[in-house]
């Protein structure tokens, strides 16, 4: 992976919050490839679905949610916040680094927001080099 440039990430949203339309079309770093998942609820991210990005080759994994307050379920986004700082907490103890993996509170409809998370991801990840545990 040179610098500048990232293989793969994942993202997970709400699609109450953004369409995977929002994201597609924005400018990203040479060679990136996003992988959307869309979920009814942030909520619904689940640790094994995180992990399985990362064995599927994600380099890393961005879960977009609601802010605080504004779920469409209540505490969708706390549930998410939750399990992401668990596999954060996961991927550093085998020791391949936690920030691969990122939780961001995105305003419903805000995809210049979501795009520039998207970029700051893959810049990010650059310092980072590609995932030891991809296929």
Do not use: Y
Not at 60 to 83: D, F, S
Not at 91 to 114: E, S, T, Y
Request: proline share 5%.
């Amino acid at each position: 992976m040179s610098q500048g440039s990232c293989a793969t990430i994942t993202v997970f949203h709400c699609i109450n919050g953004l369409a995977e339309d929002d994201l597609a079309g924005s400018p990203g770093a040479q060679g990136l490839v996003w992988k959307f998942v869309k979920l009814p609820c942030s909520g619904m991210v689940k640790d094994i679905f995180l992990l399985r990005a990362f064995e599927a080759g994600a380099d890393a994994v961005v879960v977009l949610v609601c802010p605080e307050g504004v779920c469409h379920h209540a505490e969708g986004n706390l549930r998410a916040k939750k399990r992401v700082q668990w596999v954060k907490d996961l991927l550093d103890r085998i020791g391949m680094d936690g920030r691969r993996l990122a939780l961001f509170n995105v305003a419903p409809g805000d995809a210049a927001a979501a795009r520039e998370i998207v970029r700051s991801s893959c810049a990010m990840l650059a310092a980072l080099g590609p995932n030891p545990a991809a296929p």
